[in-house]
């Protein structure tokens, strides 16, 4: 039996934030940091999970619907052979970098490399990109149908399409991906992740409810997707909070057009700038940030980052600070103070390098 070893990225998101499941913009990046799973098939269906960052070992099949991490796993061996694939059953042993409730897409990323490890297995081409937007397709569908997280389709998207170097301009208007250039290092400039530590998780209501509540804006404005509304028919809404959601829908999906065009022209405030526009509309208007998150956003502009916001869901996890690089042990001193200061636990940091998609790293 063959031992094929695959690997897939986190993510951090640039900017565009609840713009995917709203047919809006996104520029998302592969994070260095990556999920490796190592797999051997079986003769016959049944799975055998392993994980290093977990206890025991979880046993079964698809159908039986795990819970925890394993279902990530189990959802993306349904969905693949939802597609019709004949995929058999497996040992596997799973190891990551991407640490877990962070915002980071740990999940995105132990989908996409359970799919990639899979596609070697049934001998699907991983350079051609129609694939690899199949097997993107099965991990959302992972996600939201098996494990039940009402996600959009940004993370699996990124996983599977990201390009070393890039960040990734993803259109859920027309579903295309578009790499762009960020030059960071030659500006001088580090993306630096601060990691609130405070976990966040997709599956407790609050990002369903956004969800919920960007369709009732949709809804009442009449467009079928919320990214394309009219801004000036926003101000008329009666509900003053689906006013507020309607807004940063709008306003965030113009935001990643600016910051494409500010990376365009290496213009680093500018890019810095709409940064922190962004994060103060999903403060006051999608309100999916919290006190770790302003505080980690508010000390690392004191401190000396161009901009920063908080990234993915919200409700916890992580932001991102554009900061030039001699300022960064700074940043990271100043913002480890203020936590230690409100008596919150110690932030944890990353550079967000941009890193490589799912591929194989080995089959023996
Ligand atoms: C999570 C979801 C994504 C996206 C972001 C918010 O990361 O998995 O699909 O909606 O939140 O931008």
Request: with cysteine; net charge negative.
């Amino acid at each position: 039996m063959p031992v094929l070893v695959a690997s897939a990225p986190g993510r951090v998101n640039l900017i565009g934030e609840h713009t995917d499941y709203n047919g809006g913009l996104c520029l998302p990046l592969a994070l260095p940091q990556r999920t490796t799973i190592s797999l051997v098939p079986r003769t016959d269906r049944a799975l055998s999970l392993s994980s290093a960052q977990e206890e025991g070992v979880w046993e079964g099949r698809a159908e039986d619907r795990p819970d925890g991490w394993a279902a990530y796993v189990a959802g993306v061996v349904q969905a693949l052979r939802d597609d019709g694939h004949d995929v058999p059953g497996f040992e596997a042993s799973i190891d990551s970098e991407v640490p877990v409730g962070a915002g980071l897409s740990s999940s995105a990323a132990l989908e996409c490399s359970v799919a990639t490890a899979l596609a070697a297995l049934l001998g699907l081409d991983l350079d051609d990109r129609a694939v690899r937007r199949e097997l993107a397709e099965a991990c959302i569908r992972a996600e939201n149908d098996y494990v039940g997280a009402p996600t959009g389709g940004m993370d699996q998207t990124v996983a599977m399409l990201a390009r070393a170097g890039h960040a990734l301009l993803l259109d859920f208007a027309d579903g295309s991906a578009t790499p762009v250039e960020l030059p960071l290092e030659e500006a001088g400039l580090v993306l630096l992740v601060i990691d609130t530590r405070v976990s966040h998780a997709l599956t407790d209501g609050s990002y369903g409810n956004r969800r919920s509540e960007s369709a009732d804006a949709a809804r009442a404005l009449g467009v079928q997707s919320l990214a394309d509304a009219d801004p000036r028919r926003i101000d008329a809404l009666d509900d003053p909070m689906l006013r507020r959601r309607a807004r940063h829908v709008v306003t965030e999906n113009l935001r990643v057009l600016q910051a494409v065009g500010a990376i365009g022209d290496r213009s680093w405030d500018a890019l810095a700038a709409v940064l922190d526009a962004s994060h103060v509309s999903m403060r006051d208007d999608f309100e999916i940030s919290c006190r770790e998150l302003d505080l980690a956003v508010e000390t690392a502009r004191a401190s000396g980052a161009l901009g920063a916001r908080m990234t993915g869901g919200g409700f916890g996890g992580s932001a991102i600070a554009l900061v030039p690089r001699a300022v960064v042990p700074d940043v990271q001193e100043s913002v480890t103070k203020a936590f230690a200061d409100a008596c919150l636990d110690h932030p944890a940091y990353l550079v967000a390098t941009p890193g490589e998609a799912a591929r194989i790293e080995s089959v023996s």
